[in-house]
T-cell receptor, first 110, second 112 residues
Framework: TQLLEQSPQFLSIQEGENLTVYCNSS?????LQWYRQEPGEGPVLLVT?????EVKKLKRLTFQFGDARKDSSLHITAAQPGDTGLYLC??????????FGSGTKLNVKP | DVKVTQSSRYLVKRTGEKVFLECVQD?????MFWYRQDPGLGLRLIYF???????EKGDIPEGYSVSREKKERFSLILESASTNQTSMYLC???????????FGSGTRLTVV
């Protein structure tokens, strides 16, 4: 059983649509990160959220950390084919360990 | 930009071989990590090191060992490769706790 559950596992949408990806847990995290991974490459850090209720924006991507610091969401506005990839959330609970979700595979069709 | 370099993108090894996976980072990061990534299981932590010559077991250390003789280099060793160690191996580093990871491009290891 994963400590962090991501949903949906797969998402295939048309260019221009909006979408939201969820990362949920019953555990509290001191911080949470989102990564994007393209095929054949390592994950690349998109954002770190630390404070409960925190919202961060990165161009068309909006990240929110839940008030209780147990969950997070990633919203993409007007998705583009370049957004295609595997989105991973990772929560930190103690000094050196991040726990990764199994990811959401997004495909944006032109 | 921080760069994490893994020595091989693809490796094919035979069962029972000793396998070395090398990882080098160029930004003086304190912490380094080895993960394996398998479909449906996400990233699982094998070992990590928070300083030179220091190492800690992660969630799945069995069948693996590590070496960190210099700050920039963290090696993962498969003592006797088995087919269930076929996977994508990812090395990561970070400056210190609470910072994000920088990952290498990964090594796809196949054990036959």
């Amino acid at each position: 059983t994963q400590l962090l559950e991501q949903s949906p596992q797969f998402l295939s949408i048309q260019e221009g649509e909006n979408l939201t990806v969820y990362c949920n847990s019953s555990s509290v995290f001191s911080s949470l990160q989102w990564y994007r991974q393209e095929p054949g490459e390592g994950p690349v850090l998109l954002v770190t959220v630390v404070t409960g209720g925190e919202v961060k924006k990165l161009k068309r991507l909006t990240f929110q950390f839940g008030d209780a610091r147990k969950d997070s969401s990633l919203h993409i506005t007007a998705a583009q084919p370049g957004d295609t990839g595997l989105y991973l959330c990772a929560g930190q609970r103690n000094f050196n360990k991040f726990y990764f979700g199994s990811g959401t595979k997004l495909n944006v069709k032109p | 930009d921080v760069k994490v370099t893994q020595s091989s993108r693809y490796l094919v090894k035979r069962t029972g071989e000793k396998v070395f996976l090398e990882c080098v980072q160029d930004m003086d990061h304190e912490n380094m990590f080895w993960y394996r990534q398998d479909p449906g299981l996400g990233l699982r932590l094998i070992y990590f090191s928070y300083d030179v010559k220091m190492k800690e077991k992660g969630d799945i250390p069995e069948g693996y060992s590590v070496s960190r003789e210099k700050k920039e280099r963290f090696s993962l060793i498969l003592e006797s490769a088995s087919t269930n160690q076929t996977s994508m191996y990812l090395c990561a580093s970070r400056r210190k706790a609470n910072y994000g990871y920088t990952f290498g491009s990964g090594t796809r290891l196949t054990v036959v």
